[in-house]
T-cell receptor
Framework: AQSVTQPDIHITVSEGASLELRCNYSYGATPYLFWYVQSPGQGLQLLLKYFSGDTLVQGIKGFEAEFKRSQSSFNLRKPSVHWSDAAEYFCAVSKEYGNKLVFGAGTILRVKS | GAVVSQHPSWVICKSGTSVKIECRSLDFQATTMFWYRQFPKQSLMLMATSNEGSKATYEQGVEKDKFLINHASLTLSTLTVTSAHPEDSSFYIC????????????FGEGSRLTVL
């Protein structure tokens, strides 16, 4: 069965600082990988996704993520964080096209000014 | 992008009553929809996969008789929480995949259920 681990429950960064959110997955083959962001009381917004090809993927709002097969990781990065980035971030994995997602526990990002 | 809409956004009900939550795909036909549940400060847990015209597939541990899912058309899936109790209070989110797009699921805004 697939599983996703987000080891950091909370992360606090200063505005303007760089950000990296960690995600490790467990799956036998190459999965479909996603990062979503959720603001309080809201639904999910897709930041970026990886299916194949270039292992560094660009997303919306200046986010990027790198797929590293050897480490089973798909870490999310942003070079300069804005206060509006404060939210909860979920890494997710799917084993099939358009199929159900398995989510990690989420990482809450706090941005201090 | 594809739009998925849920209604109601929030609902408060008395213990023992039933509540229906609707999930609509507004600009595409969704043969498959997924229902997730999110407890406060926790991740999303898949409850069931809803297929148009057939019975839903429930995840292990989810009570079928408690959480009734109907996917009667290509644009509408409903989740009915029957005989709701306070422990059913949660944030329910639906999602749907768009035929032809590469694996992305689109999520509704979520519905917050509070059972008194």
């Amino acid at each position: 069965a697939q599983s996703v681990t987000q080891p950091d429950i909370h992360i606090t960064v200063s505005e303007g600082a760089s950000l990296e959110l960690r995600c490790n997955y467990s799956y036998g083959a190459t999965p479909y990988l996603f990062w979503y962001v959720q603001s309080p009381g809201q639904g999910l917004q897709l930041l970026l996704k990886y299916f194949s090809g270039d292992t560094l993927v660009q997303g919306i709002k200046g986010f990027e993520a790198e797929f590293k097969r050897s480490q089973s990781s798909f870490n999310l990065r942003k070079p300069s964080v804005h206060w509006s980035d404060a939210a909860e971030y979920f890494c997710a994995v799917s084993k099939e096209y358009g199929n159900k997602l398995v989510f990690g526990a989420g990482t809450i990002l706090r941005v201090k000014s | 992008g594809a739009v998925v809409s849920q209604h109601p956004s929030w609902v408060i009900c008395k213990s023992g009553t039933s509540v229906k939550i609707e999930c609509r795909s507004l600009d595409f036909q969704a043969t498959t929809m997924f229902w997730y549940r999110q407890f406060p400060k926790q991740s999303l847990m898949l409850m069931a996969t809803s297929n148009e015209g057939s019975k839903a597939t429930y995840e292990q541990g989810v009570e079928k008789d408690k959480f009734l899912i109907n996917h009667a058309s290509l644009t509408l899936s409903t989740l009915t929480v029957t005989s709701a109790h306070p422990e059913d209070s949660s944030f329910y989110i639906c999602s749907a995949s768009v035929p032809g797009l590469t694996g992305e699921l689109f999520f509704g805004e979520g519905s917050r259920l509070t059972v008194l």
